[in-house]
């Protein structure tokens, strides 16, 4: 998985700023997706490219339980999201359709991504690559629940 | 073996158990209009059924208006996802509490004060604060879209068994009416962050939670989610049984379930839990917050902070202050008490039941709104709103220029009319405060519903300790 990185320096991005409320009514996800990240980045639609990677800090997708924050970032072509950590909802809502990857990494990995740097995501043997930078960061293993939904596709692939 | 509660109602759930994975049978499962639609798409895409209809309700809460229901809703989005969900419900035979339902109101309102929430159960809702039913000794989980589909077709939920997080709170409160069960969970979230509680399930424990009622119990369990807590658990007692005996849908065999809850529905001596936090409760003031989440809050005798101190030599923890004080328009080293606001919204599933209102009322009795505010009250369900009516609340919140209004979620998500303009600042005693969630470039500050009265009042914070409110 190849992509570039649009960064936020930030904690607590709430599911509110990733979705506003008021878009909670929409149900094509085409449309939805023209308002992720809208609370905080108001150009993030126009940023977005298919394959990209959100960077960002501590307690990701903090807030409600809205399955359309992740759902707005898949549709706008986000595949996975890189943070120092995740609120558990929004942790487990990203895997359970198959919308992104939820992907916990530390503090160097986190100080050294650029906005704009080109990545390499290798879930197989847990390691990102910094092409850009000509580097290599762990990333966290997944705790074995959600990496068997990730393996089977979506929660409703999974079979225990 | 001792055990904690929570291992407890966790253990005697287990369907199927592998590597600490587990599939959770679900006793209720509560449903609204905002994250059931997908669901049943799915359903209907499979060709599946709904397994328990007899164990599932829906409301409508968060989209309804709150103004005149016998006309129609302009809101043409909203419109259609309340049809679909009355739709959904009578193709599935599930039990609605439609917006005309004398029972409609907010979920985690309803819940309770329908006997549906009970003793020792699981259950799960599309909604994050599905944690206030853990004021019960329920195992209360909020859950996403693909999950409800899950639980609908299955009556199961497969999950990983969270970790067990104690948190004491223990001492009397030195004025009750003024140091409320919010200021309680408010100091809690300040003092161990937003996401203190990640990935933990919080017992609730000590004399001051045993002091509280049920509804004060309630608004504590309800932010559990605002410290990143999968769910938040207060044993159940003697008022626990007393509150939902009798109601609607209160099991028959009551008295039975009764007697084998006091056996069981506790934490053993000498079970351990995984993380321990003690706070004393004399010394907590009344709370208001300044910053955009939750833990960016102080007493109301505090200012607003200057990022540097606030950050203590965290580099993140400044930059986020600088930029909540940022969004906020706030100047570091404001007293708390001088901040001027233009709206007041009483209402949210942490602060819209009775006892809310009643404790509201004793504020504004006989005062009025001050000139350049515009005040709302929002009853958490229409039993509430009926009950607040009967005895004489609204009379007292109208004739001091209140709105009172009929009863959802309304201005604590945005998700209808209700909503804040750009840079407006609002007292409320919902339960997020973050960037535009109470309408775009609004600006909240999380209080309790005395506090949020007095705002009302003066235009300004108070502390409302000062106030005679026995």
Redesign the interface.
Known sequence: MKGSVIKY????I?T??IL???Y????DYAELAKHAME??DKDFHKRVKPGDFIVA???FG??????HAPIALSYSGVKAVLAL?F???FY??AV??AFLLPIEIDESAYHDISDGDSLEVDISKNEIKNLTKNKVYKMKPF????G?IIEAG???N?K? | MSKTLFEKIWDSHIVVNEDGRSLLYVDRHLIHEVTSPQAFEGLRLNARKVRRPDLTFATMDHNVPTSDRTLPILDQTSSVQIKALERNCKEFGITLFDIHSPNQGIVHVIGPELGITLPGTTIVCGDSHTSTHGAFGSLAFGIGTSDVEHVLATQCIMMEKPKTFEIKIQGKRKNPHAVTAKDIILSIIRKIGTAGGTGTVIEYRGDTISELTMEQRMTICNMSIEAGARAGLIAPDEKTYQYLKGRKYTPNNYDELVNDWRDNLKTDSGAKFDKSFTLSAENIAPQVSWGTNPAMTDDVTGSVPFPDEYGKGNPEEVKGATKALQYMDLKPGTPIIDIVIDRVFIGSCTNARLEDLIEASKVVKGKKVASKVRAMVVPGSQLVKKNAEEMGLDKIFKDAGFEWRESGCSMCLGMNPDILAAGERCASTSNRNFEGRQGSGGRTHLVSPVMAAAAAINGHFVDVRELDLN
């Open positions: 320096e930030r904690d607590n709430d509110d700023v506003p409320g008021p909670l009514k929409i149900h609370g905080l800090g501590k307690n903090c807030g409600s339980s809205r399955e950590s609120a558990r909802i487990r809502n359970d359709g705790p074995e629940l959600i068997k979506g929660l409703f999974y225990p």
